[in-house]
């Protein structure tokens, strides 16, 4: 167990619809990274928050946005969702603002888009 | 760009050997890179750190190298066991140390 929390563990919806997926990071972590992984694809880095504010981003598309709370728990919210956004999400964190630090990952929220 | 190569082929090694896997970067030198092991459905799980200025670094039946010259890291497995046996990503940082950048990952798949 990573300490590490992701909610919901799946999540089927449709075509342009919404969803947000939550993230508990582990107690004292301020980074929150999230990512996305397709099947048999490689980690995607989405986007990096640090206690509160956004760090760095990565391939994330406009359609996507996430923010990380003062309770330090983030929410990555997806919209207008389409067949290829289905993908496994992981949200991973650090206790740190570099790359340096190992990143603790959830057990991810599995997205279906029908 | 920074761009990462790991073998995209599945790794089949025999149990008891010693399994060998790949991560090759291009366009920059990395100051540390990251190994970790994901299993089918599951979150990657973190096994080892190398700097730059460490040609080798250990963990029990783990060695991982870094050639900074051949712009590569090698990840060994001794002893493997079919328990061994799942992907395995190289994440060397990137020029704003802020992130990781992401191999895609070798199969690895350990035979009793």
């Known amino acids: 167990d990573s300490g590490v929390t992701q909610t919901p563990k799946h999540l089927i919806t449709a075509t342009g619809q919404r969803v947000t997926l939550r993230c508990s990071p582990r107690?004292?972590?301020?980074?929150v990274y999230w990512y996305q992984q397709s099947l048999d694809q490689g980690l995607q880095f989405l986007i990096q928050y640090y206690n509160g504010e956004e760090r760095a981003k990565g391939n994330i598309l406009e359609r996507f946005s996430a923010q990380q709370f003062p309770d330090l728990h983030s929410e990555l919210n997806l919209s207008s969702l389409e067949l290829g956004d289905s993908a496994l999400y992981f949200c991973?964190?650090?206790?740190?603002?570099?790359?340096?630090?190992?990143?603790?990952f959830g057990p991810g929220t599995r997205l279906t888009v029908l | 760009s920074q761009k990462i190569e790991q073998n995209s082929e599945a790794l089949n090694i025999q149990e008891g050997k010693t399994a060998t896997l790949t991560c090759n970067y291009t366009?920059?030198?990395?100051?540390?890179l990251q190994w970790y092991r994901q299993d089918p459905g599951r979150g990657p799980v973190f096994l080892l750190l190398?700097?730059?200025n460490e040609k080798e670094k250990r963990k029990e039946r783990l060695k991982v190298t870094f050639d900074t010259t051949l712009k590569q890291s090698l990840f060994h497995i001794t002893a493997s066991q079919p328990a061994d046996s799942a992907t395995y990503l190289c994440a060397p940082d990137t020029d704003s140390n802020y992130q990781l950048i992401w191999g895609a990952g070798t199969k690895l798949i350990i035979k009793p």
């Open positions: 366009n920059y030198s990395p100051a540390y």
């Open positions: 991973a964190s650090s206790g740190g603002l570099s790359g340096y630090n190992e990143q603790f």
């Open positions: 190398i700097r730059e």
């Open positions: 107690s004292g972590d301020l980074s």
